[in-house]
């Protein structure tokens, strides 16, 4: 959704137009996906992190394109809530210390958008929800005044034709209504791309979904929304709910959301992008002028514009990524982590959810064939909602057997294999070590941002009130997150 359209509403005939491209590129997919070599290259990874923006009394600061503009820099980018910006980062090799490079990049930016921050009274905080957000913050009024946004939403609410309902149960239970997709905006997140072999994309992206309920639980740090203690990953379901386009009253079949974990383990990447053209119908249906079967009768790789665009409106936590770019390859974006507590946080949850990849590839599709799918779902909501503290359904030792097991044995038994993984790979062993360390540390304490947030709040909950106590905690998480130590080693009195 980083585009620049001009226009926020369409014509019944170019939806029609946009959904015969997107089938004339799926085709085009097809050809390219069979072409000798498409998708070879060494492996890298790349990242996107959102932040909030937040005003001296720690609430939303709604000024982010007076920041954007005055920052002037490409990789900067407005998001759906004006309180909220996102920061592209440079793709790396997936050799020596990518994720090293990642974290002085991501501190560096932080430190200069903050500069031009601080005059208009404004501070980055990268956090998966922000604790002092409050309803009355969110609304039509605080929609970035872009027209893909304005786009967004209303191709949404069209769809829906009533208000999106928000039920989440946690320790404390939130219903609520919205009129718009600003509640989407609540959310910030820690989004990583991996390059992965075209060949072997869908043993890759099914390895990535077997093991990122456990890098999800590990890397939790969203336990509240507007003052009531949810999910260690409230995120997961708000997101899920706060875009959900599905009309209640014209269910003649059970249709997906947008939002969703998989429609099962994948066979292929062109499956992939075929069933968000099948299941979902189009948003935002601007066309371009290119050809894919002409450019790719010359030998070129064509964009495909209308597929991605289609696809980048479809919100699977895990989702494929064609990129034309370099003779063209996949990619494999993991959506679900949130942002923070940390830089070093962030890069050591991308490293330890490659590595718990890598450690089950080998393995992947016979634990496929044991562990149906829906068993891999249900440890993805169960990942988000109990964080660490959540029992999975995964294979006994002898891989045959499933067992409902504590996530953090699972862990336990995962980290040794994704370090010999991340070992056998061209990333420094000194990374491996250094970051790895850093999961390691949140399993040996028991202590992820999510539980750090929930016990520090709950100190203050005994002299403060309420709205006080979520501030508090956040001017403390505030200042631990300037000193870039992990969240595991941050003290836990007030």
């Given at each position: ?19 015969a491209k997107v089938r004339t590129d799926l085709t085009a997919l097809t050809r390219l996906l069979d072409r000798p070599g498409f998708g070879e290259g060494e492996s890298s990874i790349g990242a996107e ?98 027209p893909r946004y304005h786009a967004l939403s209303n191709a949404l609410i069209q769809q829906r034709g009533e208000p999106f309902s928000i039920h989440i149960g946690g320790n404390d239970v939130i219903d ?184 089950v590839l080998e393995d992947i599709r016979h634990l496929t064939s044991i562990l149906p799918f829906h068993y891999t779902e249900h440890n993805f909501y169960r990942a988000a909602k109990y964080g660490i ?106």
């Amino acid at each position: 959704m980083g585009l620049s359209i001009k226009q926020s509403e369409f014509t019944t005939e170019e939806f029609d137009r946009f959904a015969a491209k997107v089938r004339t590129d799926l085709t085009a997919l097809t050809r390219l996906l069979d072409r000798p070599g498409f998708g070879e290259g060494e492996s890298s990874i790349g990242a996107e992190v959102e932040f909030y923006i937040v005003n001296p009394e720690l609430r939303v600061q709604p000024i982010n394109t007076e920041i954007a503009a005055s920052v002037q820099d490409p990789q900067l980018a407005v998001e759906l809530n004006r309180f909220n910006l996102e920061y592209n980062l440079s793709p790396k090799a997936f050799k020596g210390a990518p994720f090293a490079r990642t974290e002085q990049e991501l501190l560096e930016a932080m430190q200069r958008i903050n500069q031009h921050a601080a005059p208009l009274n404004g501070e980055l905080v990268p956090i998966g929800i922000l604790p002092t957000l409050r309803q009355s913050d969110m609304g039509a009024k605080v929609m970035t005044d872009e027209p893909r946004y304005h786009a967004l939403s209303n191709a949404l609410i069209q769809q829906r034709g009533e208000p999106f309902s928000i039920h989440i149960g946690g320790n404390d239970v939130i219903d609520l209504e919205a009129d718009d997709v600003t509640m989407e905006g609540a959310n910030t997140s820690f989004q990583l791309h991996w390059r992965v072999p075209a060949q072997r994309f869908a043993d890759y992206f099914n390895a990535v979904q077997l093991v990122t309920p456990i890098a999800l639980a590990l890397a939790s740090n969203s336990p509240s929304l507007f003052g009531h203690h949810l999910w260690d990953e409230t995120r997961i379901a708000l997101f899920k709910q706060a875009v959900d386009s599905r009309s209640p009253n014209h269910r003649t079949w059970k249709h997906p959301p947008r939002v969703y974990y998989g429609n099962g383990w994948a066979r292929s990447a062109w499956e992939l992008f075929a069933a968000s053209a099948s299941l979902y119908p189009p948003i935002l249906p601007l066309m371009s002028e290119e050809d894919p079967m002409a450019v790719i009768d010359r030998g070129d790789v064509p964009e495909l514009t209308e597929l991605r665009l289609h696809h980048g409106t479809t919100w699977p936590w895990n989702r494929a990524i064609f990129d034309h770019k370099e003779g063209g390859h996949l990619r494999i974006e993991i959506r679900s982590m949130p942002a923070g507590p940390t830089a070093v946080d962030m890069c050591a949850n991308g490293l330890f959810v490659i590595g718990a990849a890598l450690a089950v590839l080998e393995d992947i599709r016979h634990l496929t064939s044991i562990l149906p799918f829906h068993y891999t779902e249900h440890n993805f909501y169960r990942a988000a909602k109990y964080g660490i503290g959540a029992d999975i359904i995964w294979p006994h030792k002898d891989q045959v057997q499933l067992q409902d097991t504590p996530l953090l044995n699972v862990a336990r038994d995962l980290l040794p294999r994704a370090r010999e993984a991340l070992q056998r790979t061209a990333v420094d062993e000194a990374e491996i070590h250094r970051l790895l360390g850093i999961i390691e540390g949140r399993i040996q304490t028991g202590m992820t941002g999510a539980r750090w947030q929930r016990q520090i709040t709950d100190s203050f909950f005994r002299s403060q009130t309420t709205d006080d106590a979520f501030k508090s905690m956040l001017a403390l998480y505030m200042g631990n997150q300037k000193t870039n130590t992990p969240v595991h080693e941050w003290t836990l009195s007030p």
